[in-house]
């Protein structure tokens, strides 16, 4: 439901919009194999639902990749669809059942996405730091694209952990005041 947007809900996505580009900075100056570039997104698809969950996955790629990381312009679309399937997944903001689970469900359209793009576009190579696995898997008889699907699954999955219990984290210390004026 999209509710009436106000200056709490254009906060927090801009909010989000820093934590995503710091988070992604992080990572690829530091040359991690996860991404840290969802974090905003998540929170954002969480409290306010899918479809604001996809406004700091574009925003933030568009200022990176404008930026710092040319790369993140074409994964564009993988912030979209993980903003939108978060939302749906957290739609009744149960945070604290199934963690694995649904950061497992959550990374799976996401990864399928970011393996076509880093197979197909890129060559198996981008800033991130696990471009040294799939190019490793990329010489044995799994080939390319299933070795970019099978190491950003697994890069995916835990960058997805990691944000998730950050976010409900951060989730479960705000204040039901703020989160009553986020839900309307």
């Known amino acids: 439901m999209l509710g009436k947007i106000n200056v709490h809900k254009i906060t927090l996505i801009a909010l989000a919009i820093v934590i995503n580009i710091v988070g992604s900075y992080i990572a690829l100056v530091l040359h991690l194999p996860i991404y840290l570039d969802s974090m905003g997104t998540i929170m954002t698809a969480i409290l306010l639902g899918p479809f604001y969950g996809l406004f700091p996955g574009v925003l933030s790629a568009l200022v990176t990749g404008m930026t710092s990381d040319i790369y993140a312009l074409y994964y564009m679309p993988v912030g ?36 076509c793009i880093t197979a197909n576009v890129f060559g198996g190579i981008t800033s991130s730091g696990s ?38 984290s951060v989730i479960k210390k705000l204040p039901d005041s703020l989160t009553n004026k986020l839900k309307n």
């Open 80 to 115: 979209i669809v993980l903003g939108i399937v978060t939302g749906l997944i957290f739609q009744r903001r149960n945070i604290s059942n199934k963690l694995f689970i649904k950061a497992f469900c959550i990374s799976i359209p996401a990864s399928l996405i970011s393996a």
């Open 131 to 168: 471009t040294m696995l799939v190019q490793l898997l990329a010489k044995t008889p799994l080939g390319l694209t299933l070795s970019c699907l099978i190491v950003q699954f697994f890069t995916d999955y835990f960058d997805r952990l990691l944000s998730l219990w950050l976010v409900f």
